[in-house]
């Protein structure tokens, strides 16, 4: 029994040890991390212009090209469902093509997303794939809506229950909830990354 007492007593010590020498390595790899680092005033003049660092990785084309997208297409798809003109039950079509576009402006950014990160990190990193289920799931409400299925096909049948409203408004909340999970992957691996540019 005294052996096996001692070479566990020696194994603690070890590990006690080792995880000594770690945290030395862990605060040594801080200091010399923050030692490296410098504030916004003690840059030189002519590094404080810089874009990257005033803006970030991303490119100010690009977030004004996709605010400007976004603010128009939000503009247009307002006026659609606040003119009296389209809530008319013949303009039916034409609230569900706006709907749609609207969600399809995420095309653009998405496919940015893919030339600079490409397809398995988009899937495996970023969720992207539960943006593209929140997207069909959008879609094929809208033209259940659009295109009154299922009451359609059964007048009367579905007056109550699962009417083509009913079942756009269940798409959309299950469109929510996979984008909200395809959200916080993205978060996930945005703070995973040391900077924003990668």
């Known amino acids: 029994m005294e052996p096996s007492f001692n070479s566990v007593s020696q194994r603690r010590s070890a590990t006690r040890r080792n995880a000594s020498k770690g945290a030395e390595r862990s605060k040594e790899g801080r200091e010399k991390a923050q030692s490296q680092l410098l504030h916004w005033d003690e840059l030189e003049e002519w590094q404080k212009d810089n874009e990257y660092i005033i803006r970030g990785y ?40 706006v709907f749609i576009s609207l969600g399809l402006c995420a095309v653009i950014p998405v496919t940015q997303l893919f030339l600079t990160h490409g397809f398995n990190e988009l899937v495996s990193d970023m969720g992207v794939q539960w943006l593209l289920i929140s997207g069909a799931l959008y879609i094929a409400g809208a033209l259940l809506y659009a295109n009154r299925i299922p009451e359609r096909l059964a007048p009367g049948r579905f007056d109550f229950f699962f009417a083509s409203h009913q079942i756009f408004h269940f798409c959309v909340v299950l469109a929510a909830l996979a984008h909200y999970q395809g959200v916080l992957i993205s978060l996930r691996y945005r703070i995973s990354q040391p900077n924003c540019g990668q």
């Open 58 to 97: 991303r490119s100010p084309l690009m977030q004004k090209l996709y605010l400007t997208m976004m603010t128009l297409a939000g503009m247009g798809a307002a006026f659609i469902v606040l003119d009296p003109e389209y809530a008319k039950p013949t303009h039916r079509g034409a609230r569900t093509t």
